[in-house]
């Protein structure tokens, strides 16, 4: 933290709790000495060193609204408030499935040459990428699913990139990560689990069971912690482009 910059430049300063602190990312609120009355929530973490260089990284659930950097003898402030309201969509659902077929399918394809059992995110048993891409059961209930978001999400025309099934077994976990690249991914979850699957940005989790879905803008980051539940999790992930197969 930044103390000096405290010091010297605000007014009626007030610091979070620590709850405040880790759930909305802010380290201290202030007025701007001969600026203005109004009181702001800064973000005054020093440098980072990262392999692009030094720097911050920003969060989509800070409620900060500046980020201080010192440059040699002064301060920058960024207003954060515009840069951190992405557009994204996030959709939860549930439908109707043949979870015993697709999960057989997953085994099936777990097992296959060219599959990627711990080679990726997941670290678990996984399909090649697009394992599912041209299977009709799948894509019918790609259509279903699709179908029931166009109430909620004015789709343009896209194609579907990837799909790939899953198993995850005690011990399993998949690492945080994003489908940047894409215009929108999705999961379909096929049995009951207690492993979530966590967007902390946005603060919401899926919780898997036969039949639910969530379809969200590929630049979200998520990730399912470790888990020591003695059945297995099953899913399938997609990945669509915007380019006119569904129309």
């Not at 004015?154 to 899953?166: E, H, M, Q, R, V």
Request: proline share 2%; charged share 25%.
């Amino acid at each position: 933290m930044n103390i000096n910059f405290i010091e010297t430049y605000l007014t009626d300063v007030t610091y979070p709790t620590k709850e405040q602190q880790e759930k909305e990312l802010w380290d201290v609120s202030g007025i701007i000495k001969n600026k203005s009355n109004q009181v702001f929530k800064f973000d005054t973490r020093n440098l980072s060193s990262f392999k692009e260089g030094v720097g911050k990284k920003s969060h989509l659930k800070t409620k900060a609204d500046k980020m201080v950097f010192k440059i040699k003898d002064k301060y920058l402030l960024i207003d954060l408030e515009e840069q951190i309201k992405i557009d994204y969509f996030f959709v939860q659902g549930v439908i109707k499935i043949n979870a015993k077929s697709l999960i057989n399918k997953i085994k099936e394809g777990c097992e296959k040459e060219g599959n990627l059992n711990y080679q990726t995110n997941i670290i678990d048993k996984m399909t090649s990428w697009k394992h599912f891409n041209n299977d009709p059961e799948f894509l019918g209930v790609l259509n279903t699913l699709i179908d029931y978001v166009d109430s909620n999400i004015n789709f343009p025309t896209y194609s579907l990139a990837d799909s790939w099934g899953f198993s995850c077994s005690s011990g399993g976990k998949t690492i945080k990560h994003n489908h940047r690249g894409n215009e929108w991914s999705g999961v379909l979850y096929l049995n009951s689990h207690d492993q979530t699957l966590d967007f902390d940005a946005i603060n919401e989790k899926v919780k898997p069971e036969e039949g639910v879905f969530a379809i969200f803008s590929s630049f979200l980051d998520h990730e399912a912690k470790i888990h020591r539940f003695k059945n297995t999790k099953y899913g399938i992930s997609f990945n669509l482009k915007d380019n006119g197969f569904f129309t």
